[in-house]
């Protein structure tokens, strides 16, 4: 058996015993949803070279559209998570169809103001309850398994989140993936070589949406609302951060990133009151408030001392480990 599939056993294995050893199954299901957030934007950024600032915009609409298709129309649940999804391809297609022609600053800057167009629409939309969001969200039941049973919802998110980055994984190893890493590396040899270079960033920008949307959609089931947080343009920084600080390029990267971030937003307060209990400086009560500044110096540390993310500097080393070894007498 591949090692590296057998190591993806082996962590999946782990992941779902997490509960059983005190894991509290809300968290490690918004863990889940925000790698498979970054796993996608990866395939856009680290191995097409698209810099995307509005990839949000798929994030909250695939929320709002399955928690509307859940509450207001009566979907079922897997139905609900299919139109969220689906509706996140579309306007992935548009963004794509509207930016793919530029590049650099520019897509991204694009990107940008067509992401911000869409909040404010969130914002003043009667369907999505402005600031308030869409609350109340059923969760029902998929394949016979109640929903509203967090440990039976843990599961199903985790077969989304295995089988999400199963398809970035085939994508990235396909004759497809390969083209997408030349674009990144000299795309006008591409052109030269005949690739038409628009289609396959049009196709892998589609892809990233779609897949942002089916993390989007799950996460409206686990937190049984879609609010104006997962359109903003603070979600679209956020999820760069994330791949970022992993190591963009790299398939678990996004993951380790995805962690980090969410660990330190969630976690960061009750560090901060052990610390003022362990030293008696009450500084350290209001360090849950300062969650941005901590992660703001994390990723500069990150980009001083890991400028290829801690998974790219983990594998850079262990190439130079063994290049030394064959090149030693």
């Known amino acids: 058996m ?27 299901m918004k863990v889940m949803c925000y790698a498979l957030f970054a796993c996608a934007f990866n395939l856009l950024l680290g191995y097409t070279g698209l810099l995307s600032f509005g990839h949000a915009a798929f994030l909250g609409l695939a929320a709002y559209a399955c928690g509307q298709s859940l509450t207001v129309w009566g979907f079922p649940t897997f139905g609900g998570l299919v139109f969220g999804t689906a509706a996140a391809a579309l306007l992935g297609l548009i963004f794509g169809l509207l930016s793919i022609r530029r590049s650099g600053i520019y897509f991204a800057m694009i990107t940008l103001a067509l992401s911000q167009m869409l909040f404010f629409y969130f914002l003043q939309a009667p369907f999505t ?15 016979g398994l109640d929903l509203s049973e967090d440990i039976n919802l843990y599961y199903v998110v985790m077969a989304i989140f295995i089988i999400g980055y199963a398809i970035i994984w085939r994508a990235v190893h396909s004759p497809f993936g390969q083209a997408l890493k030349a674009i990144r590396e000299n795309e006008p040899r591409m052109v030269s070589l005949g690739y038409n270079v628009d289609r396959f960033k049009l196709l892998a920008f589609v892809l990233s949406a779609t897949l942002a949307g089916l993390a989007g959609a799950t996460k409206s089931l686990v937190f049984v609302s879609a609010t104006l947080s997962d359109a903003t343009w603070h979600m679209s920084g956020t999820v760069v951060l994330m791949t970022l600080i992993g190591g963009m390029g790299t398939l678990t990267g996004p993951v380790i990133g995805a962690i980090i971030v969410v660990a330190l937003e969630n976690k960061v307060g009750e560090f901060g009151r052990f610390l003022m209990q362990q030293t008696g400086i009450e500084w350290f009560r209001v360090l849950g408030e300062s969650v941005t500044i901590v992660i703001g110096l994390i990723f500069i540390i990150c980009v001083m001392a890991f400028r290829r993310g801690i998974v790219g500097e983990w594998l850079h080393y262990w190439r130079m480990r063994g290049n030394r070894q064959q090149t030693a007498p």
Not at 2 to 26: E, M
Not at 138 to 143: H, K, M, T, V
């Open 2 to 28: 591949n090692r590296q599939l057998l190591a993806y056993i082996i962590l999946a294995i782990i992941v779902a015993f997490l509960p059983a050893v005190g894991g509290y199954p809300i968290f490690l």
């Open 129 to 143: 309850g402005g600031e308030d969001g869409l609350q109340g969200i059923p969760r029902g039941s998929i394949l």
